[in-house]
Protein backbone atom coordinates (compact mmCIF):
# COMPACT_ATOMS: atom_id res chain seq x y z
CA UNK A 1 0.00 0.00 0.00
CA UNK A 2 1.19 3.27 -1.24
CA UNK A 3 1.18 6.02 1.15
CA UNK A 4 0.15 9.30 0.59
CA UNK A 5 2.99 12.04 -0.13
CA UNK A 6 3.43 14.74 2.94
CA UNK A 7 1.92 17.59 2.44
CA UNK A 8 4.21 20.48 1.47
CA UNK A 9 4.80 22.90 4.06
CA UNK A 10 3.18 26.69 3.93
CA UNK A 11 5.46 29.43 2.47
CA UNK A 12 7.31 31.10 4.93
CA UNK A 13 6.30 35.27 4.64
CA UNK A 14 8.85 37.45 5.71
CA UNK A 15 8.43 38.53 9.36
CA UNK A 16 12.03 39.56 10.75
CA UNK A 17 13.75 42.50 9.85
CA UNK A 18 17.38 41.51 8.58
CA UNK A 19 18.84 44.41 7.73
CA UNK A 20 18.57 48.45 7.85
CA UNK A 21 19.52 50.83 4.63
CA UNK A 22 19.86 54.60 5.85
CA UNK A 23 19.49 55.70 2.44
CA UNK A 24 20.37 59.12 2.67
CA UNK A 25 18.41 60.28 -0.05
CA UNK A 26 15.46 62.09 1.18
CA UNK A 27 12.82 60.15 0.72
CA UNK A 28 13.15 56.72 -1.14
CA UNK A 29 10.36 56.88 -3.59
CA UNK A 30 11.26 53.35 -4.99
CA UNK A 31 13.23 50.08 -3.79
CA UNK A 32 13.43 47.66 -6.50
CA UNK A 33 15.55 44.56 -6.56
CA UNK A 34 17.53 43.62 -10.04
CA UNK A 35 16.75 40.57 -12.15
CA UNK A 36 18.53 37.80 -9.78
CA UNK A 37 17.58 40.12 -6.68
CA UNK A 38 21.18 39.98 -5.44
CA UNK A 39 21.10 43.91 -5.76
CA UNK A 40 18.79 46.34 -5.35
CA UNK A 41 17.84 50.22 -6.69
CA UNK A 42 16.64 52.76 -4.64
CA UNK A 43 15.42 55.90 -6.06
CA UNK A 44 15.69 59.36 -3.49
CA UNK A 45 13.82 62.59 -3.94
CA UNK A 46 17.16 64.11 -3.85
CA UNK A 47 17.55 63.27 -7.14
CA UNK A 48 19.67 60.54 -7.09
CA UNK A 49 19.74 56.74 -7.60
CA UNK A 50 21.87 54.12 -5.86
CA UNK A 51 23.06 50.64 -6.19
CA UNK A 52 22.89 48.21 -3.12
CA UNK A 53 23.76 45.05 -1.67
CA UNK A 54 20.90 45.06 0.61
CA UNK A 55 22.27 41.68 2.13
CA UNK A 56 24.98 42.80 3.49
CA UNK A 57 23.83 46.43 3.58
CA UNK A 58 26.48 47.99 1.48
CA UNK A 59 25.62 50.72 -1.16
CA UNK A 60 27.71 50.35 -4.18
CA UNK A 61 27.20 53.44 -6.39
CA UNK A 62 25.29 56.69 -6.65
CA UNK A 63 24.11 57.52 -10.05
CA UNK A 64 23.02 61.50 -10.72
CA UNK A 65 21.93 63.05 -14.10
CA UNK A 66 18.09 63.45 -13.06
CA UNK A 67 16.61 67.43 -12.48
CA UNK A 68 14.10 66.14 -10.27
CA UNK A 69 13.30 63.47 -7.58
CA UNK A 70 13.46 59.87 -9.26
CA UNK A 71 10.15 57.79 -9.05
CA UNK A 72 10.80 54.30 -10.50
CA UNK A 73 13.77 52.69 -11.63
CA UNK A 74 14.90 49.03 -12.84
CA UNK A 75 17.54 46.49 -13.95
CA UNK A 76 18.53 44.81 -17.08
CA UNK A 77 18.86 41.26 -17.18
CA UNK A 78 22.22 41.28 -17.37
CA UNK A 79 22.80 43.50 -14.75
CA UNK A 80 24.60 45.83 -16.89
CA UNK A 81 22.38 48.76 -17.22
CA UNK A 82 19.75 50.52 -15.07
CA UNK A 83 16.97 52.87 -16.59
CA UNK A 84 14.95 55.32 -14.19
CA UNK A 85 12.25 58.06 -14.79
CA UNK A 86 11.61 60.99 -12.82
CA UNK A 87 9.92 63.85 -12.12
CA UNK A 88 11.92 66.05 -14.83
CA UNK A 89 9.88 63.96 -17.18
CA UNK A 90 12.88 62.04 -18.41
CA UNK A 91 13.51 58.32 -18.87
CA UNK A 92 17.19 57.90 -18.10
CA UNK A 93 19.11 54.96 -19.49
CA UNK A 94 22.66 54.63 -17.70
CA UNK A 95 25.80 52.18 -17.60
CA UNK A 96 25.96 50.30 -14.53
CA UNK A 97 29.60 49.76 -14.36
CA UNK A 98 31.04 53.71 -15.31
CA UNK A 99 27.95 54.78 -13.36
CA UNK A 100 27.21 57.51 -16.77
CA UNK A 101 24.14 58.64 -18.44
CA UNK A 102 24.16 56.31 -22.07
CA UNK A 103 20.69 58.03 -22.95
CA UNK A 104 17.58 60.79 -21.98
CA UNK A 105 14.40 60.40 -23.76
CA UNK A 106 12.44 63.31 -23.59
CA UNK A 107 8.89 62.94 -24.55
CA UNK A 108 7.24 62.70 -21.70
CA UNK A 109 4.64 66.02 -20.97
CA UNK A 110 4.42 65.15 -16.88
CA UNK A 111 6.86 63.54 -14.38
CA UNK A 112 7.34 59.60 -14.99
CA UNK A 113 5.92 57.27 -12.67
CA UNK A 114 7.36 54.38 -13.86
CA UNK A 115 9.72 52.73 -16.45
CA UNK A 116 10.52 48.78 -17.04
CA UNK A 117 13.24 46.94 -19.61
CA UNK A 118 11.45 44.19 -22.12
CA UNK A 119 13.46 40.85 -21.72
CA UNK A 120 15.51 41.34 -23.95
CA UNK A 121 16.69 44.93 -22.35
CA UNK A 122 16.35 46.14 -25.77
CA UNK A 123 13.37 48.63 -25.08
CA UNK A 124 12.31 51.05 -22.40
CA UNK A 125 8.85 51.17 -21.35
CA UNK A 126 7.35 54.21 -19.15
CA UNK A 127 4.23 55.51 -17.46
CA UNK A 128 3.66 59.25 -16.98
CA UNK A 129 1.14 61.44 -15.39
CA UNK A 130 0.47 63.00 -18.61
CA UNK A 131 -1.34 59.79 -19.32
CA UNK A 132 0.88 58.20 -22.19
CA UNK A 133 2.87 55.01 -22.21
CA UNK A 134 6.03 55.25 -24.75
CA UNK A 135 8.59 52.93 -25.80
CA UNK A 136 11.89 53.60 -26.22
CA UNK A 137 14.45 51.78 -28.26
CA UNK A 138 17.66 51.62 -26.31
CA UNK A 139 19.47 50.90 -29.52
CA UNK A 140 18.69 53.68 -31.39
CA UNK A 141 19.50 57.22 -31.42
CA UNK A 142 16.50 58.62 -32.43
CA UNK A 143 14.87 60.96 -29.80
CA UNK A 144 11.16 59.89 -30.84
CA UNK A 145 9.52 56.61 -29.02
CA UNK A 146 8.91 53.96 -30.82
CA UNK A 147 5.54 53.89 -29.70
CA UNK A 148 3.27 55.83 -27.90
CA UNK A 149 0.13 54.22 -26.19
CA UNK A 150 -2.41 57.07 -25.10
CA UNK A 151 -5.79 55.00 -24.34
CA UNK A 152 -5.34 56.43 -20.69
CA UNK A 153 -7.73 59.21 -19.77
CA UNK A 154 -5.23 60.00 -16.95
CA UNK A 155 -1.90 59.42 -15.28
CA UNK A 156 -0.07 56.60 -15.80
CA UNK A 157 0.26 54.83 -12.26
CA UNK A 158 2.33 51.69 -13.25
CA UNK A 159 3.42 49.68 -15.56
CA UNK A 160 4.40 45.80 -15.87
CA UNK A 161 5.80 43.68 -19.02
CA UNK A 162 5.62 40.13 -19.73
CA UNK A 163 7.34 38.38 -22.64
CA UNK A 164 4.63 39.50 -25.11
CA UNK A 165 2.25 41.98 -22.65
CA UNK A 166 2.42 45.38 -21.48
CA UNK A 167 0.08 45.89 -18.70
CA UNK A 168 -0.92 49.66 -16.82
CA UNK A 169 -2.65 51.01 -14.01
CA UNK A 170 -4.23 54.32 -14.54
CA UNK A 171 -5.34 56.98 -12.30
CA UNK A 172 -8.60 56.49 -14.75
CA UNK A 173 -9.40 53.41 -12.68
CA UNK A 174 -8.59 51.25 -15.65
CA UNK A 175 -6.35 48.10 -16.06
CA UNK A 176 -5.19 48.12 -19.37
CA UNK A 177 -3.28 44.87 -21.01
CA UNK A 178 -1.96 45.23 -24.59
CA UNK A 179 -1.06 42.17 -26.27
CA UNK A 180 1.81 43.21 -28.57
CA UNK A 181 1.66 39.50 -30.48
CA UNK A 182 -2.03 40.37 -31.24
CA UNK A 183 -2.41 44.07 -31.47
CA UNK A 184 -5.22 43.88 -28.99
CA UNK A 185 -6.04 46.08 -25.73
CA UNK A 186 -7.58 44.59 -22.69
CA UNK A 187 -9.14 46.83 -20.16
CA UNK A 188 -11.10 46.08 -17.04
CA UNK A 189 -12.25 48.96 -15.08
CA UNK A 190 -11.80 49.01 -10.98
CA UNK A 191 -13.45 52.46 -10.79
CA UNK A 192 -11.17 53.36 -8.09
CA UNK A 193 -7.90 55.38 -9.43
CA UNK A 194 -5.01 52.22 -9.53
CA UNK A 195 -1.89 52.87 -7.66
CA UNK A 196 -0.18 49.43 -8.73
CA UNK A 197 -0.02 46.34 -10.62
CA UNK A 198 1.70 43.19 -11.07
CA UNK A 199 1.09 39.70 -13.30
CA UNK A 200 1.32 36.58 -11.07
CA UNK A 201 4.07 34.63 -11.81
CA UNK A 202 2.93 32.09 -13.40
CA UNK A 203 0.98 34.56 -16.34
CA UNK A 204 -2.06 33.88 -15.38
CA UNK A 205 -3.82 36.87 -13.12
CA UNK A 206 -3.63 40.83 -12.47
CA UNK A 207 -3.11 41.69 -9.44
CA UNK A 208 -4.50 45.46 -9.09
CA UNK A 209 -3.91 47.78 -6.14
CA UNK A 210 -6.58 51.20 -5.69
CA UNK A 211 -6.93 54.34 -3.63
CA UNK A 212 -10.73 52.50 -2.54
CA UNK A 213 -8.15 50.34 -0.13
CA UNK A 214 -8.78 47.29 -1.59
CA UNK A 215 -6.45 45.17 -3.81
CA UNK A 216 -8.30 42.83 -6.88
CA UNK A 217 -7.06 39.84 -8.48
CA UNK A 218 -8.78 39.31 -11.60
CA UNK A 219 -8.06 36.71 -14.41
CA UNK A 220 -5.83 37.98 -16.91
CA UNK A 221 -8.02 36.41 -19.95
CA UNK A 222 -11.54 37.26 -18.56
CA UNK A 223 -11.44 40.11 -16.32
CA UNK A 224 -13.26 37.51 -13.67
CA UNK A 225 -12.78 38.98 -10.13
CA UNK A 226 -11.08 36.04 -8.19
CA UNK A 227 -10.51 38.06 -4.83
CA UNK A 228 -10.60 41.01 -2.57
CA UNK A 229 -7.98 42.18 -0.05
CA UNK A 230 -8.91 44.69 2.25
CA UNK A 231 -7.74 45.71 5.55
CA UNK A 232 -4.63 48.59 4.57
CA UNK A 233 -5.51 51.67 4.17
CA UNK A 234 -4.77 53.60 0.58
CA UNK A 235 -6.79 56.71 0.14
CA UNK A 236 -3.85 59.20 -1.27
CA UNK A 237 -0.53 57.96 -1.98
CA UNK A 238 0.92 55.53 -5.18
CA UNK A 239 1.36 52.80 -3.05
CA UNK A 240 2.85 48.95 -4.22
CA UNK A 241 1.06 45.99 -4.65
CA UNK A 242 3.06 42.46 -4.80
CA UNK A 243 3.19 38.86 -5.34
CA UNK A 244 5.43 36.60 -2.98
CA UNK A 245 7.80 34.03 -5.01
CA UNK A 246 5.61 31.77 -4.79
CA UNK A 247 2.48 32.81 -5.86
CA UNK A 248 0.90 32.13 -2.56
CA UNK A 249 -0.15 35.48 -0.83
CA UNK A 250 -0.50 38.69 -1.73
CA UNK A 251 0.56 41.69 -0.40
CA UNK A 252 0.06 45.34 0.09
CA UNK A 253 1.94 48.91 1.44
CA UNK A 254 -0.20 50.86 3.64
CA UNK A 255 -0.01 53.86 4.78
CA UNK A 256 -0.40 53.09 8.10
CA UNK A 257 3.24 52.17 8.60
CA UNK A 258 2.26 48.33 7.73
CA UNK A 259 2.37 45.84 5.24
CA UNK A 260 -0.25 43.73 4.54
CA UNK A 261 -0.58 39.90 3.06
CA UNK A 262 -3.26 38.18 2.55
CA UNK A 263 -3.61 33.95 1.36
CA UNK A 264 -4.73 33.94 -1.59
CA UNK A 265 -4.84 30.05 -2.34
CA UNK A 266 -7.56 30.05 0.28
CA UNK A 267 -9.69 32.23 -2.18
CA UNK A 268 -8.63 30.21 -5.24
CA UNK A 269 -9.70 26.37 -4.51
CA UNK A 270 -9.00 26.25 -0.71
CA UNK A 271 -5.82 25.18 0.95
CA UNK A 272 -3.37 22.85 -1.00
CA UNK A 273 -4.80 24.81 -4.65
CA UNK A 274 -3.03 25.60 -7.25
CA UNK A 275 -3.10 29.61 -8.54
CA UNK A 276 -4.32 27.86 -11.91
CA UNK A 277 -7.17 26.14 -10.27
CA UNK A 278 -10.43 28.31 -10.64
CA UNK A 279 -11.85 29.39 -7.48
CA UNK A 280 -14.93 28.30 -5.77
CA UNK A 281 -17.64 29.87 -6.97
CA UNK A 282 -18.80 32.46 -4.33
CA UNK A 283 -22.77 33.35 -3.59
CA UNK A 284 -24.02 35.82 -5.09
CA UNK A 285 -23.83 39.03 -5.09
CA UNK A 286 -20.63 38.85 -2.98
CA UNK A 287 -16.98 38.69 -4.18
CA UNK A 288 -14.60 36.64 -2.18
CA UNK A 289 -12.57 37.84 0.62
CA UNK A 290 -9.22 36.72 0.87
CA UNK A 291 -8.23 36.03 4.51
CA UNK A 292 -5.46 38.52 5.78
CA UNK A 293 -2.51 36.19 7.45
CA UNK A 294 0.60 39.20 8.66
CA UNK A 295 0.19 42.93 9.35
CA UNK A 296 3.86 43.74 9.51
CA UNK A 297 4.87 46.79 11.59
CA UNK A 298 7.20 48.29 9.65
CA UNK A 299 7.30 52.32 10.65
CA UNK A 300 5.82 55.36 11.59
CA UNK A 301 5.03 56.52 7.96
CA UNK A 302 3.60 55.90 5.02
CA UNK A 303 5.17 52.60 3.26
CA UNK A 304 6.23 54.32 -0.12
CA UNK A 305 7.26 51.27 -1.95
CA UNK A 306 7.93 47.35 -1.75
CA UNK A 307 9.19 44.65 -3.65
CA UNK A 308 9.88 41.20 -2.90
CA UNK A 309 12.72 39.13 -4.15
CA UNK A 310 12.26 36.94 -7.05
CA UNK A 311 13.07 33.45 -5.65
CA UNK A 312 13.19 33.84 -2.07
CA UNK A 313 11.16 35.23 0.79
CA UNK A 314 12.62 38.22 0.96
CA UNK A 315 11.12 41.46 1.09
CA UNK A 316 12.22 45.01 0.27
CA UNK A 317 10.15 47.55 2.34
CA UNK A 318 11.00 51.74 1.59
CA UNK A 319 9.45 54.13 4.09
CA UNK A 320 10.75 58.02 4.93
CA UNK A 321 14.55 57.59 4.04
CA UNK A 322 15.02 53.85 4.79
CA UNK A 323 15.00 50.89 3.10
CA UNK A 324 14.54 47.72 5.57
CA UNK A 325 14.51 44.10 4.20
CA UNK A 326 12.54 41.52 6.23
CA UNK A 327 13.31 37.80 5.56
CA UNK A 328 11.57 34.61 6.96
CA UNK A 329 11.54 33.88 11.17
CA UNK A 330 13.74 30.64 10.07
CA UNK A 331 16.67 32.60 8.53
CA UNK A 332 20.28 32.80 9.63
CA UNK A 333 21.79 35.80 8.94
CA UNK A 334 25.19 34.26 8.31
CA UNK A 335 23.49 32.30 6.06
CA UNK A 336 22.98 35.49 3.17
CA UNK A 337 23.44 34.83 -0.35
CA UNK A 338 26.09 37.14 -2.17
Known amino acids: MAFPRPRPARPELPR ?31 KTLKLWNPHKGTALRTYQGHGYEVLDAAGSFDNSQICSGGADKAVALWDVSTGQVVRKYRGHAGKVNCVQFNEEATVIVSGSIDSTVRCWDCRSRRPDPIQVLDEAKDGISSVKLSAYEILTGSVDGRVRRYDLRTGQLCSDYIGSPITSVCFSKDGQCVLAASLDSTLRLLDKDTGELLGEYTGHRSTTYRLDCVLNELDTHVGCASEDGHV ?19 PTPPDPPMS ?38 WREDTFQPQGDPD
Open 16 to 46: QRVQSLQCGQGAVRAARFNADGNYCLTCGSD
Open 260 to 278: YFWDLLEVRGGPGGALGTP
Open 288 to 325: PQGSLVLRLPVGQGVVQSLAFHPSLPCLLVATQGQVTL
